[in-house]
Structure formats: structure tokens, C-alpha cells
């Protein structure tokens, strides 16, 4: 018997988080497509977006402030968590879940939704 590496999914050990990590999963692979963006993303009153979910699509922009406190990873942990929870819950709860996930998931799990993020930025505008 055979295994692949590559498909196996790197777990944490705790039960909730890793099935956190399973739902974010789930979605990305269901319909979800990262895009990385050229430009700062706002919304409609000018305030910067950590990104962006729109038609299956996740929009990273650029950092305005290239914080290493709101890495790549975070938006996408963010814009999927919303994707998964659809409007059932509220923006606050997703950045508490977010959190959560950014502190308790491990580098490989970290490192594994990293590779769904795309190296090189586009110019296409989020509709
Ligand atoms: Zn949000």
C-alpha cells in the first residue's frame, strides 16, 4: 500500500482546531480561488481590506502597512472562514476564529494553505 505525501494534511494534534482546519480546507477545494492583487483592497469607505471574497474568488491585496502582523495567510484563513459560515456569523466571531486558527494551527498547516496562494500578483480588479 501506497501512500501519497503530498495529499496527506498535516494536523495539530487538537481535535478542534484540526477540524477547523478540515472546514477551511473543504472550502477551498470545493469552489474557492485565491488571486493576489496588485493594489491596497478597500471598500467603500476607503478603509483597507485584508481581502476580499467575491464569485469564488479570494482577493489579496497588497498590505498598506506590510504588517507581518496580518500576513497573506490571515486574509485567506478570514475570506474562507466567511465562505464556510456563509452570513450565519458575524464578522466579529470570523476575526475570533481567525485569530484562533492563526495561533493554533502549525507551521505545516500554515505552510499547506500557503501553497494555494499564488506566487506572482495580477492586475485584475475584484468585480
Ligand atoms: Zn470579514
Excluded at 482577493?59 to 459560515?85: C, D, N, T, W
Amino acid at each position: 500500500m501506497t501512500k501519497k505525501k503530498q495529499t496527506q494534511t498535516p494536523l495539530s494534534g487538537d481535535r478542534l482546531i484540526d477540524t477547523l482546519f478540515r472546514v477551511i480546507l473543504d472550502t477551498l477545494n470545493r469552489e474557492i480561488e485565491a488571486i493576489r492583487v496588485k493594489k491596497v483592497l478597500r471598500n467603500s469607505s476607503r478603509k483597507e481590506l485584508f481581502g476580499l471574497l467575491t464569485e469564488g474568488k479570494i482577493y489579496l491585496g497588497k498590505r498598506m502597512h506590510a504588517s507581518q502582523k496580518h500576513p497573506l495567510v490571515a486574509g485567506l484563513i478570514h475570506e474562507l472562514l466567511h465562505a464556510a459560515f456563509e452570513d450565519s456569523v458575524s464578522e466579529r466571531r470570523i476575526l475570533a476564529l481567525e485569530n484562533i486558527l492563526l495561533c493554533r494551527l502549525t507551521d505545516a498547516q500554515k505552510r499547506h494553505l500557503r501553497r494555494y496562494i499564488p506566487t506572482h500578483e495580477v492586475k485584475k480588479d475584484p468585480k
